[in-house]
Every structure is written in structure tokens, then in C-alpha cells.
């Protein structure tokens, strides 16, 4: 039995593609990422203030849009990004493909806005991966049993990416943010907020809920818990930093579970 390859599940949240000179950045350090990991798949959200964009273009049209048709909607800007990333890594001679959340096999629950994952099945991503493909994957979206387009809620980018690494039995989930790591408080307005490079995922849970999930949704690491996923936080502007390692003590898994 041939051995399996080392996959990497690298999510990217709007302050990391806010502007299209992002991508170029971020195409780089997926390109440096594969040297370690031959099998990545980038998770991205929707560039800075753009899903906030489409959500005031649907209130301009309905103050109360059909959830359905808002649904469609925003999950554009996800769309967008995916394809702006696999352009910027293509530039850079990387061979990229790019995958809503439907096509990558995200299913859902029907309720709109605020879906929850039941199962992933990536059948068309491994293929990708094999090849050695950068898989790019939107992140916050799904597809319902009745197969109408889903978004995830608050949360859904993060989860997309940790759901996504419980599938494809990942190595670890890395959240590129606008900080370095986890604090004990916003570093912004606390200076002397203590900084963690390694926490427990109950710790964790209990730095971010005290925050509101700023840094990284209890929603996703609940489900990283579940199912012992290491999750790495980094900062997208400090490659050289650590950053901060989430994991449990006792890294054997017991099963596979999602949000339901």
C-alpha cells in the first residue's frame, strides 16, 4: 500500500485578500508551504468587506431577501477570491485548481444562512491532490441534502477549513490571521496581554469565547476536538513567527464527526 502523503489544510480569512496584491503574497506562501507538504488545500473567505458589500446590495433591492436568494448571493464572494488565488499561484507557476463549497463535497442541513456540516465527501479533490494540484477551496458555503446552495453562518470559513481536514485526514489545519497567535486579550488594546504558543483545545476554547471568536470560532474548534485535528494559528504578515499550536494531550482519534 503506497504511503499516504502529507496534506495541508491552509485557511485564509478577508483580512489576508483584501486587496488583489494579496493574492501574489499569499500564492508565495502556499508555493513555500508545498515544499513540506505535497498535498494542500488553501480554504479562503471572501475579500475584506466584500460579503458586508453584498449583503447591503441585498437589502438595497429587499430590506428582507428570500434566505434562498441570499444565499446566492453572498456565497459569490468566496467564489470570487477562489478563482483570484488560483489566477495569482498560476503567475507563479503554480498548477492550482479552484472548487466551491458544493463541488468540494461540503454537505449540509437546509436551513439557510446558518447550515451546519453532516458529512464531506472530497471525491473530486483527491484526483487534484494525487496529481499535486494546489487544491482552493470557498470556504463558509455547502450544499443541502436537496441540493440548494448553503452558507454556514458565523464561523463557516473556519469550519469549512477544519471539516475539510477531518476528510482528507490532514496533518493540521493552519488559520493565517492578522495576528501572530492566540493572546490572553486583543494585544491592540492590551499591551501586555500574554501571548500562547500551545494550548489545549479547552484552553483555547476558553482565550477565544472570552474574545467572541475573533481569532478563531469556537464552532470550529469544537469540531477540531471532536475529532483531535492539530490546528495552527499564524500571522499571514510574520512568517517567521510560531504562531500558536492547538492540540490535544492525547492525540488519538476515536472516529469521524461532524456538526451533526
Do not use: W
Not at 488559520?175 to 501572530?180: A, E, G, L
Not at 491592540?188 to 483545545?201: M, N, R, S
Not at 476554547?205 to 478563531?216: A, P, T
Amino acid at each position: 500500500m503506497p504511503q499516504k502523503k502529507k496534506t495541508l489544510i491552509m485557511k485564509f480569512g478577508g483580512a489576508a485578500t483584501k486587496t488583489p496584491e494579496c493574492f501574489s503574497s499569499l500564492a508565495q506562501l502556499i508555493l513555500e508551504r508545498k515544499n513540506e507538504y505535497p498535498q494542500i488545500v488553501a480554504v479562503v473567505s471572501a475579500m475584506g468587506g466584500m460579503t458586508d458589500h453584498l449583503i447591503s446590495l441585498a437589502k438595497q433591492v429587499n430590506p428582507t431577501p428570500p434566505h434562498r436568494e441570499y444565499d446566492m448571493l453572498v456565497s459569490a464572494g468566496e467564489r470570487i477570491s477562489i478563482s483570484l488565488l488560483a489566477m495569482a499561484l498560476a503567475a507563479q507557476g503554480g498548477q492550482a485548481v479552484s472548487f466551491t463549497g458544493s463541488q468540494s463535497g461540503i454537505l449540509t442541513t437546509d436551513e439557510h444562512s446558518e447550515a451546519r456540516i453532516i458529512e464531506v465527501r472530497p471525491n473530486r479533490l483527491h484526483p487534484h491532490l494525487e496529481s499535486g494540484k494546489i487544491v482552493i477551496v470557498a470556504g463558509f458555503q455547502g450544499v443541502s441534502k436537496s441540493k440548494e446552495i448553503t452558507t454556514l453562518g458565523r464561523g463557516g470559513s473556519d469550519t469549512s477549513a477544519v471539516a475539510l481536514g477531518i476528510a482528507l485526514r490532514a496533518e493540521k489545519v493552519e488559520f493565517y490571521k492578522d495576528v501572530k497567535g492566540i493572546f490572553s486579550n486583543d494585544p491592540i488594546h492590551d499591551p501586555e496581554a500574554f501571548f500562547f504558543q500551545q494550548l489545549t483545545y479547552e484552553e483555547a476554547l476558553d482565550v477565544v469565547e472570552k474574545s467572541g471568536g475573533r481569532v478563531i470560532h469556537p464552532r470550529a474548534l469544537k469540531l477540531a476536538q471532536k475529532n483531535t485535528l492539530p490546528l495552527h494559528v499564524r500571522s499571514f504578515q510574520n512568517l517567521e513567527g510560531e504562531g500558536t499550536l492547538i492540540s490535544a494531550m492525547n492525540l488519538q482519534s476515536v472516529g469521524t464527526f461532524y456538526e451533526e
